[in-house]
């Protein structure tokens, strides 16, 4: 899957622009504060319908301006323009597949790449809301069974979570049935995805120079893997729900425990191993969705390399830009700091205007 041409017009600081993208990818350069991250933002923005740095559309749009357009133009088995267009005024927002009209959840995942950002370090470090999301976004691009149980689960949650603030418990307790149907389906996706996700994610940590023994484990409850698994973890859950006007149980409250040598490593993780770890899965959600889709995704690289040394950012570099293998965009503020094993294309950015080097 490549992406061959790029349209933004309207998006943050960005000048508007169309141009054609490189095969093998780009290399985006400028001084900080200048729109380089902008720019990956609008090239991920096809892939989800939103921010990869989790703003509103509103906030995604140039400030006073009345709203932005990305569309992606990609090869996959055939050309297709995929796009959106969000106007301020009436916050609306529409999603197109070679000019026809198409549901967001429709859309996901056309256009497919994986982010790797600074902020990533929360995989590792951060509340368990950032590797819940992480597991749901990849395996919901990976699968879209995945992805329809996911919008199931989440709107049966929705209303049951409603009549409990209410006070209608039996009203809530008619969306049992729904909620256990879907959240069995994410438990037991989340669960075949951690076995070999297991074996990468020490493997992964060894290749980026770091010592012990990683391990993933999944805190939530296994039995609810099976539909049956649910009814009497939800009668236990009941008069607790009730009291605390939310649903306690269920996939939307479990956990991916990181750990090297048995210590878990958001407690006790030093930040260069929390950085390892992050990349890990990173490296993980790669493979995933490869697996899953069965075409490499794009990957994009936000001044990435910049806080390793350069053992690290030697062998990090070797495992992830592979030009004839899948399609690279990573931004930096200088060429120098730039791994040797990046030869790609050069766009400089420079307050917000796009050109060619």
């Known amino acids: 899957m490549r992406l061959e041409r790029i349209v933004a017009r309207g998006f943050r600081n960005l000048d508007d622009i169309e141009r054609a993208v490189p095969p093998e990818g780009v290399a985006m350069l400028g001084r900080n504060g200048q729109g380089k991250t902008n720019l990956l933002e609008a090239l991920y923005y096809p892939v989800l319908f939103r921010s990869l740095r989790g703003a509103g559309d509103a906030d995604v749009s ?6 932005f357009n990305v569309t992606a133009s990609i090869c996959d088995q055939g050309r297709h323009d995929i796009g959106s267009v969000y106007q301020v005024s009436g916050r609306r927002k529409r999603i197109t597949l070679d000019g026809a009209e198409l549901l967001r959840l429709e859309a996901l995942g056309r256009w497919l790449a994986v982010a790797f950002l600074p902020s990533d370090v929360a995989l590792a470090g951060g509340p368990a809301s950032e590797r819940r999301h992480y597991l749901d976004r990849m395996l919901a ?5 995945y992805l ?11 209303q049951r979570n409603s009549a409990l603030r209410q006070g209608r418990g039996e009203m809530a307790d008619a969306f049992d049935g729904p909620l256990a149907q879907a959240g069995a389906v994410l438990v037991r996706r989340r669960m075949a995805w951690l076995g070999p996700a297991d074996e990468q994610f020490s493997s992964e940590l060894a290749g980026l120079g770091e010592t012990g023994t990683g391990r993933l484990t999944y805190r939530g409850k296994p039995e609810l893997a099976d539909p049956a698994g649910w009814t009497s973890a939800l009668d236990d859950a009941r008069v607790r729900d009730r009291a605390r006007c939310l649903t306690t149980v269920g996939p939307h409250r479990d956990d991916l425990m990181l750990e090297v040598d048995g210590r878990e490593l958001r407690a006790f993780g030093s930040t260069g191993q929390q950085r390892s770890a992050a990349i890990a899965l990173k490296l993980i959600e790669i493979e995933t969705l490869t697996a899953g889709r069965g075409v490499q995704p794009a990957l994009l690289l936000d001044d990435v390399f910049a806080e390793l040394d350069g053992g690290r950012q030697r062998r990090l570099a070797a495992r992830l830009v592979q030009p004839a293998v899948r399609q690279v965009f990573l931004t930096a503020p200088r060429p120098d700091e730039l791994p040797a094993a990046v030869s790609l294309p050069v766009w400089t950015v420079e307050s917000g205007k796009v050109s060619e080097r």
């Open 62 to 67: 140039r400030f006073g301006g009345p709203g």
């Open 141 to 145: 691009l990976a699968d879209r069974s």
């Open 148 to 158: 329809a149980a996911l919008s199931r689960y989440r709107g049966a949650l929705a």
